[in-house]
């Protein structure tokens, strides 16, 4: 699986920015997409997940400002960012997990980095006040 996430982007405080990735070589037609991202000194935090079936999850932190979403005829997943705040500003890196979704009572997908086994180069988001 290979994952490329193009270079560094800004926004203006307030703003939306939607951060692309290309995907290509998933081994299976069942696995997890993710959307992380890791500020300077901060360990690397799991943001949103898509499953194969489109099902969605988000950390707290972004509910309600972060969509994330797939287009499978483009091979491509997206996160949709809005109201971003400086605080936003940090790497975002795309992932796949081919193992996911995982099932307990409900599928779901993990949040956290080391379920995830390919991961894109990262991006530079920085939001300016």
């Not at 939306?16 to 299976?28: H, I, K, Q, T, V």
């Amino acid at each position: 699986v290979q994952l490329v996430v193009p270079g560094g982007r800004s926004a203006q405080s307030g703003g939306p920015l939607r951060l692309s990735c290309p995907a290509s070589g998933y081994p299976s037609s069942s696995y997890c997409l993710g959307w992380f991202r890791q500020a300077p000194g901060k360990e690397r935090a799991g943001l949103a997940s898509i499953d194969s079936d489109g099902s969605t999850g988000y950390a707290d932190s972004v509910k309600g400002r972060f969509t994330i979403s797939q287009d499978n005829a483009k091979n491509t997943m997206y996160l949709q960012m809005n109201a971003l705040q400086p605080e936003d500003t940090a790497m975002y890196y795309c992932a796949a997990d081919p193992e996911g979704p995982y099932y307990s009572g409900d599928y779901y997908c993990l949040h956290t980095p080391l379920g995830y086994n390919y991961w894109g180069q990262g991006t530079q988001v920085t939001v300016s006040s």
